[in-house]
């Protein structure tokens, strides 16, 4: 038998916490769905080619700049990962330079560069 003066818990309570327990970790699994829901919607908005709206598209404000041998580490890090083969990260997305000016300039010489998937953003 329980006591609940000595504050051992009830079914009832535990059956309570359990149900509070999963609640939760359902709506953690929504708003994680969601949050990547958000990021692809992002993703697509910066492929939109801006210029018919009179801005600048970011990829190709950034699409002059190129990895240097002494920057970009991680890029060449990753590259010459496996024996010169490149790890799954360089095999499997591109490296590439993106504005994250507002408004986009027409050139920006000093881009965030990151990895996307590939075919990511406007090529020129």
Avoid: C, I
């Avoid at 359902?26 to 919607?41: I, V």
């Avoid at 970011?58 to 083969?85: I, L, S």
């Amino acid at each position: 038998p329980w006591d609940a003066a000595a504050g051992d818990k009830s079914t009832k309570e535990r059956r309570t916490e359990a149900r509070e327990r999963e609640s939760e970790t359902r709506q953690r699994r929504t708003m994680a769905k969601d949050l990547w829901k958000d990021a692809e919607h992002q993703l697509k908005e910066l492929d939109m080619d801006l210029e018919d709206e009179g801005g600048n598209n970011p990829w190709d404000a950034a699409a002059g700049q190129e990895v240097t041998e002494d920057a970009h580490w991680e890029f060449w890090m990753r590259k010459n990962a496996n024996e010169g083969k490149g790890d799954a990260v360089f095999n499997g997305l591109e490296y590439k330079p993106v504005s994250t000016m507002m408004p986009v300039p027409e050139n920006d010489e000093n881009p965030y560069w990151g990895w996307f998937k590939k075919g990511t953003g406007v090529t020129k």
